[in-house]
């Protein structure tokens, strides 16, 4: 499956797609058949579809990895593009749909009415839609930068598929009520990596729940560099591919990033659970190429414990959070006696209280959060071990149906 820094790559390359902009820069745009590698992805991707509408602006592509060097479809990752300032309609777009809630474009014309035209949310539906009838057995994701974040979110909760982006805005002004449902019910699906200071990526606030709020800045907020705060190059990852979450983060901020890298584990598991569970006669080419690609490999030999790592720090880490919102209340409460000493206990409560500071904002709100948060942890971890449990069961009876598998993958 694609890493968080194949999502950053492929979100980076969505911006190649726009013809007039490639004359303008002399390259080549980005085409249909065009091999995406190098260092930065965790392997080669082959673009299977494209679009650049000249009538709105939008640009998107659809890619798939290869493997045994076909496409393999069983995953395919649709990117859009963010806003080319140099373009009118994105910036038209920003404004309209963005900032105004409205799908459609009006493109003013000189001497007359304006043009009104479908707007780049109604196109990368169109998009998305063509890509999931081509591939109907492909489990889609979707990225993006900036608006290209922004629309793939839309597109992520209107066809109930996981999200990973970057920088955007957020899009709750257009979702339907389906897709509001549908994110209330499944937190964790959409990510949208934001910078703490990016003023252009926080916008819309973050109804969808998808924005995980980082400090990747070197320092405090710089006016001058408003625009390096919204920019892809900004985020850094490990050698496995996955977002580090800066130091300088919250503690929040970064529980936050690593929960929902896990439920994106968690949600890899369970792809490959229902792909083993619905071989039921043989595998066709495509669930041969998925099984041999590693990931059961991966999961059976034990590396996934990781997983289970991430998992009990998450609970550990907001447990201390609540041994320290408890320390903090005493703490204030003894510096407020000893200010006080002529005042009783109850006394010195009441003037607290008075001052907004009470043991139900500091310790009572806080511990009720983190609560459940570590509840949210050890149900992940419950469906991670029912999870792997299913998935071995798959696996052997694949292997008992099937000694050419078993050769393949030499247990």
Request: hydrophobic fraction near 35%; glycine fraction near 8%.
């Amino acid at each position: 499956m694609a890493t968080e820094r194949d999502y950053n790559v492929f979100a980076d390359e969505a911006y190649q797609i726009d013809k007039a902009r490639a004359k303008n820069e002399d390259r080549a745009p980005l085409l249909k058949g065009d091999i995406l590698e190098g260092t930065k992805l965790s392997q080669s991707y082959i673009v299977l579809e494209v679009a650049d509408n000249n009538k709105n602006g939008m640009q998107a592509m659809a890619v798939a990895p290869i493997k045994d060097g076909i496409a393999d479809t069983s995953e395919v990752i649709i990117a859009y593009a963010g806003t080319d300032f140099g373009d009118n309609l994105d910036v038209l777009t920003d404004a309209s749909t963005v900032m105004g809630g409205d799908m459609n474009l009006s493109i003013p014309q000189w001497g007359s009415a304006p043009k009104k035209t479908d707007g780049q949310a109604i196109s990368a539906q169109k998009f998305a839609t063509s890509i999931k009838n081509s591939y109907p057995n492909a489990v889609i994701t979707t990225t993006g930068h900036s608006l290209g974040e922004y629309l793939a979110i839309y597109i992520a909760a209107e066809n109930q598929w996981k999200n990973t982006g970057f920088n955007g805005p957020d899009p709750y002004n257009i979702l339907s009520d389906d897709a509001k449902k549908w994110i209330k019910e499944n937190p964790g699906l959409l990510a949208n990596y934001r910078n703490n200071y990016d003023k252009i990526g926080n916008f819309g606030g973050n109804k969808t729940g998808a924005a995980i709020l980082l400090d990747v800045s070197k320092g405090g907020y710089n006016p001058a560099k408003f625009l390096d705060y919204h920019g892809l190059s900004t985020w850094q990852f490990d050698k496995s591919g996955n977002l580090v979450a800066p130091g300088r983060s919250s503690r929040d901020s970064r529980l936050a990033q690593m929960e929902a890298t896990t439920r994106y584990q968690l949600w890899n598991l369970s792809v490959l659970s229902n792909k083993l569970r619905k071989s039921h006669s043989g595998l066709s080419s495509s669930e041969e190429i998925f099984i041999n690609s590693g990931e059961v490999l991966i999961i059976v030999n034990g590396v996934s414990t990781m997983m289970q790592d991430g998992l009990n720090t998450v609970i550990k880490e907001y447990q201390q959070a609540i041994t320290e919102a408890d320390a903090l209340w005493k703490e204030t409460v003894e510096r407020a006696q000893g200010i006080g000493m002529d005042l009783s206990y109850e006394e010195v409560i009441g003037a607290l209280a008075s001052g907004g500071a009470t043991q139900a904002n500091i310790v009572g709100e806080p511990t009720t959060f983190y609560e459940q948060r570590i509840a949210s942890a050890k149900q992940m971890l419950e469906e991670y071990t029912t999870l792997i449990a299913e998935i071995q069961t798959s696996i052997d009876q694949q292997l008992a149906k099937d000694q050419q598998l078993a050769k393949d993958i030499q247990f």
